[in-house]
């Protein structure tokens, strides 16, 4: 079993920024795939962006590329998403998910493990 836990959310205005931080527990998570997903009120749970295993590999959703950046740091279980750039349509609950098999996809069925989530405001 994997907890993942998501931490850094909160109101930021147009223009502003905020990272994102999520913690994994276990001792392989070096060779988990880690992504980011966003879901608005009202609308379905949306790519962010995903990291390898060994973080070698990013993709990134074209609403966020430019703006968005994830990177990770194995020795401290832990994977970042610096937002710059926010826009009141990135307003959203931020998740954090994890792939043991380090696949790395857009698909959140690829994904054994999720957080809870944490909310971005970006007021305008």
């Known amino acids: 079993q994997v907890e993942v836990v998501e931490s850094g959310g909160g109101l930021v205005q147009a223009g502003g920024s905020l990272r994102l931080s999520c913690t994994a527990s276990?001792?392989?998570?070096?060779?988990?795939?880690t992504a980011w997903f966003r879901q608005a009120p009202g609308e379905e749970r949306e790519f962010v962006a995903h990291?390898?295993?060994?973080?070698?590999?990013?993709h990134y959703a074209d609403s966020v590329k430019g703006r968005f950046t994830i990177s990770r740091d194995n020795a401290e279980n832990t994977v970042h998403l610096q937002m710059n750039s926010l826009k009141p349509e990135d307003t959203a609950v931020y998740s954090c998910?994890?792939?043991?098999?380090?696949?790395?996809?857009?698909?959140?069925?690829?994904?054994?493990?999720w957080g809870q989530g944490t909310q971005v405001t970006v007021s305008s």
């Open positions: 998910a994890v792939d043991p098999w380090g696949r790395a996809t857009i698909k959140t069925s690829e994904y054994d493990y």
């Open positions: 990291i390898s295993w060994s973080g070698a590999s990013t």
């Open positions: 276990g001792r392989s998570f070096s060779r988990f795939a």
